[in-house]
């Protein structure tokens, strides 16, 4: 058998117009922190913590990729891609999360639109990827509920300019990182470790998403909106009461506690319960609020979740195979996620807006060989199909991540990139998962062109 059937194969799982991308974040690639205006973000203030960030790295260089962005377009469009996930940067665009626009922080956005436009890649854009400014984390930051108001003014203003211009918009990326590892566990910017803040966190990120979505209709934009969870599947790590129990309430804090508000309308009784007096204050209209029609619903997902009294690593099976940021590779989870939430919610459609992995990549004469990256995504891409199959209507897949970038807290020292970034010279180069995804997309256009021109002949002989 040709080489190339297994892609083929893969191509033909899923429909001409499913959308392929790439996806990165403002904070961990951009770099240039000082530049022409920009404001500080809380990323920027973390960084300077002994400590905080595990390499001692911050993101003000980091992919130089606000003066190289239209080679990073370029190398998109050289990989076929047809969509990109990017986020803006809410303190490069407006310095004090309040008050006056940076006008150059617009025009660094809108070139690279205008780049990839003029390439045929669709703008994904997200508003926040977690790097808010640090004016606003003075004021106290997503625990004060007037930041609610000044996303919404923020989310305004990029979608007065750009709006007509992006093929999506979502709020928020993983709202439960931001609460969860940023105000809980302090693991993530602004290092905050209080559980009550992290509730009230959560909440007002969710009710900023729906004033923004109400505030971005009523201005008359047709673009589709939608906001991004992260998710896994809990699995106990034994059928014993505990661990089941334990697995449950888990599900809870990390998958209901947004799935709920989002779709339902309302916030989980069992872990209400279980936040007894760190719950948030709820004022009367929010959870109508939060509860905005959406377009789409990002999934990131990596890995499954083991909950049990044992280390969540679980060093007892050796056998599982590991990325290296220690999350299982588990592809199976996917479809279960899918298809679980699929019978939970009455679903908008999906993109799985991140998966990816990191590995320990090694540049030897000029390539990177990722074998194991290949497989990793590739089991993901069939896990995504088995779902489509089960009847998710999954639209879209993006790559975590077009570049090798600054991994938050765990800095340089991860690599998740299908392109290779020499941190020295700033030179990328492809990996072999890049050029596999590139044939992937290569066996799916062939099947789309057929389509492609049914249509116009319909079009041209009506
Ligand atoms: C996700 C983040 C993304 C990246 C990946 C590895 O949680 O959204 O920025 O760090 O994990």
Redesign the pocket.
């Known amino acids: 058998m040709p080489p190339s059937s297994d892609l083929e194969r893969l191509a033909r799982r899923f429909p001409p117009q499913f959308t392929w991308g790439v996806a990165t974040?403002a904070y961990?690639i951009e770099g240039a922190a000082t530049e022409d205006g920009r404001g500080e973000s809380i990323w920027d203030e973390f960084g300077r913590r002994p400590g905080a960030i595990r390499d001692g790295s911050t993101g003000a260089q980091a992919c130089d990729h606000y003066r190289r962005f239209a080679g990073d377009v370029d190398l998109m469009a050289s990989l076929g891609v047809g969509a990109y996930r990017f986020s803006i940067s809410w303190p490069r665009v407006q310095p004090k999360g309040r008050g006056d626009w940076n006008e150059s922080g617009f025009a660094f956005y809108e070139r690279l639109l205008e780049r990839l436009s003029s390439l045929g890649i669709g703008a994904h854009v997200t508003l926040n990827?977690w790097d808010l400014p640090q004016a606003l984390q003075e004021r106290g930051g997503w625990a004060n509920r007037d930041t609610v108001h000044r996303f919404v003014d923020y989310a305004s203003e990029v979608a007065r300019r750009f709006g007509g211009a992006v093929a999506a918009i979502a709020t928020h990326?993983?709202p439960w990182?931001i609460a969860a590892l940023g105000h809980e566990a302090g693991i993530f910017a602004p290092g905050i470790k209080h559980r009550a803040t992290a509730y009230r966190v959560a909440h007002h990120l969710l009710l900023s998403h729906g004033l923004a979505l109400r505030a971005l209709r009523a201005q008359g934009l047709a673009t589709p909106l939608g906001i991004v969870l992260?998710q896994s599947p809990i699995h106990p790590a034994t059928r014993s009461p505990a661990d089941m129990a334990k697995a449950r309430l888990n599900d809870g804090l990390t998958i209901r506690w947004y799935m709920d508000p989002l779709l339902l309308g309302t916030y989980p009784e069992d872990v209400l319960e279980h936040l007894g007096a760190d719950a948030p204050p709820v004022h009367s209209g929010d959870m109508e609020i939060i509860r905005q029609p959406l377009d789409f619903l990002g999934v990131?997902y990596?890995t499954r979740n083991i909950s049990g009294s044992g280390s969540p690593l679980e060093p007892e099976h050796p056998e599982r195979e590991r990325t290296d940021m220690g999350w299982e590779v588990f592809p199976a989870g996917l479809t279960e996620l899918l298809v679980r939430l699929k019978a939970d919610y009455l679903l908008p459609p999906i993109y799985i807006t991140?998966n990816g992995a990191a590995y320990r990549d090694q540049l030897v004469e000029g390539r990177v060989a990722d074998a194991a990256r290949i497989r990793y995504l590739r089991s993901h891409i069939a896990a995504l199909a088995d779902a489509r199959e089960a009847g998710v209507d999954v639209r879209g897949y993006f790559v975590?991540s077009l570049l090798d970038n600054f991994?938050?807290a765990d800095g340089y020292s991860k690599r998740?990139g299908i392109v290779y970034v020499d941190y020295e010279t700033q030179q990328r180069i492809p990996k072999a998962s890049a050029l596999w995804y590139r044939d992937l997309l290569e066996a799916a256009r062939q099947r789309a062109e057929p389509a492609a021109r049914t249509e116009t002949s319909r079009w041209a002989g009506a």
Do not use: L
Request: proline content about 0%; aromatic content about 28%.
């Open positions: 974040s961990q990827h990326n993983e990182v992260n990131n990596y991140e975590w991994e938050w998740f």
